[in-house]
């Protein structure tokens, strides 16, 4: 009775510490939380809330993420995408309201998933019935490798040019109001 009390709480112990290493930090913490916003002018926004891991000496892009499958775009819950207006993204349109957002990467190209459903830990993705629409993004290499995920906002023209840069990678879409 010992022994299978002990190896019931070892294997409990193991499962456990086996579930912590899964969520992407040391220690089992959490990736810290990040937002981004857009202004477009007019009091027109969008805004980006996510979680950002960190590279923590690892490859990233075709390892830990994997090529043509689809990734939350980040740490923990999925990220979400809040445009209090309609917007233009990568020539799609989308109407005013909170969408959730996943990419598919590639080595040359990344599409962007803009979803209805909200409120998703973020995998496995099986919410393709949701899709609002997907949209084409450019892939560049960056000069330096940036150690904490991040998705931010450049100005640019009438819009804002979405910009996810992690590792050696930055994938970025351009917005604009309607």
């Given at each position: 009775m010992r022994k299978r009390i002990a190896l019931s709480t070892l294997l409990t112990l193991v499962f456990s510490a086996a579930a912590f290493a899964q969520m992407g930090s040391g220690g089992g913490k959490p990736s810290p939380a990040a937002s981004a916003t857009c202004d477009l002018g007019g009091g027109k926004t969008v805004k980006t809330d996510y979680s950002s891991p960190r590279m923590k000496s690892r490859k990233i892009y075709g390892s830990l993420v994997p090529f043509g499958e689809v990734w939350r775009t980040g740490a923990n819950e999925a990220t979400t995408f809040v445009a209090s207006s309609d917007v233009t993204v990568g020539g799609k349109a989308v109407p005013a309201g909170s969408y959730t957002i996943f990419t598919v990467p590639a080595a040359d190209k990344w599409t962007l998933i803009i979803n209805k459903k909200t409120g998703e830990w973020g995998i496995p993705y099986k919410y393709e019935s949701d899709?609002?629409?997907?949209?084409?993004?450019?892939?560049?290499?960056?000069?330096?490798?940036?150690?904490?995920?991040?998705?931010?906002?450049?100005?640019?023209?009438?819009?804002?040019?979405?910009?996810?840069d992690w590792e050696t990678t930055r994938a970025s879409v351009d917005i604009s109001a309607k």
């Open positions: 899709e609002l629409a997907r949209v084409d993004m450019k892939v560049s290499k960056l000069a330096a490798p940036v150690e904490n995920f991040t998705i931010a906002y450049d100005k640019s023209g009438s819009g804002c040019t979405m910009r996810i």
